[in-house]
């Protein structure tokens, strides 16, 4: 018959180690056991179990300082995104103020240019399909004293006439509709011509001139173009655009060519209608 091994558990064991190291540093401290054995052995004790517990409460601390850190940085993450969104709003309003007094100032420039006029502004509300202003409707009609075949005009020059008004409403065919023509002239030398619309042509920004008739060969590239005095509809002096390129006709009588246009027909939203109609010959 096999004897009963003795065994202890290891929580008893650590038990008795810590009574054993409680003993020798109160004993250490009442019988003053600065050395000798007895000081060594707990030295040997005691010193292990305090780094121990040292490196454990520097974890612990560690840990908890990570944590709180932590914290610290998403309040603060959270703050700046916040400023951000603040900035960028802020940015945002910065920019359409820009936008609108450049806007104001370019208006103010026009209605200074074309003074000697009667002028009513206006805002474009609506537009027909495709990405160029060749038809749209304004906010102003009848009431503000718009009539049909009135000039419009906007970023410096030409935009189209009239066509047809209501009471609060307007619609305004561009000179760079398919359907129109305009009688102009060179501004240097006064000699006649004609812009005709093209929807085609405008996606290189330019638009058809013809039946130019410069029998003494002085208009060149970059002649300035403008509304003829024998317009049927346009008043004289209009600003279209810039002469960008001129050859002569099958005929040997004529030139043709193309126009550049100051107008952005691609970006319209305000616009000045001339109120002042055409003096009927």
């Known amino acids: 018959m096999r004897k009963k091994r003795f065994s202890l558990s290891s929580k008893y064991v650590l038990l008795l180690l810590s009574v054993i190291c409680v003993a020798l540093a109160v004993g250490s401290y009442l019988f003053g056991f600065s050395r000798g054995p007895v000081n ?4 040997y004790v005691i010193t292990p179990v ?3 517990l040292s490196a454990v409460g520097g974890w612990i601390q560690d840990k908890f300082g990570f944590l709180q850190d932590k914290d610290k940085l998403i309040q603060e993450n959270k703050e700046l995104k916040a400023r951000i969104d603040e900035l960028t709003l802020e940015n945002t309003t910065l920019k359409g103020n820009s936008f609108e007094l450049y806007r104001l100032r370019a208006l103010y420039q026009l209605d200074t240019e074309y003074a000697q006029y009667p002028k009513v502004a206006a805002s474009v509300i ?3 399909t495709g990405n160029w202003f ?5 906010n102003k009609g009848k009431k503000d004293g718009v009539d049909l075949d009135m000039n419009v005009i906007a970023n410096g020059g030409l935009v189209g006439k009239i066509v047809a008004a209501g009471d609060n409403w307007a619609r305004v065919r561009s000179i760079i509709d398919d359907s129109s023509n305009v009688s102009a002239m060179t501004q240097t030398t006064g000699d006649y011509c004609v812009i005709s619309g093209s929807l085609e042509m405008l996606k290189n920004g330019e638009i058809a001139m013809s039946k130019l008739y410069d029998t003494d060969d002085n208009v060149k590239v970059g002649e300035m173009i403008v509304t003829s005095n024998i317009s049927e509809t346009y008043l004289p002096g209009l600003l279209i655009g810039y002469l960008s390129e001129v050859e002569l006709d099958a005929n040997n009588m004529t030139k043709s060519g193309k126009l ?4 952005d027909f691609e970006h319209i939203r305000e616009v000045f209608v001339i109120t002042q109609k055409k003096a009927v010959q």
């Open 40 to 43: 060594r052995a707990a030295g």
């Open 50 to 52: 305090q780094k121990g």
């Open 126 to 128: 609506a537009k027909d």
């Open 134 to 138: 060749h038809n749209f409707i304004i």
């Open 260 to 263: 550049s246009l100051v107008v």
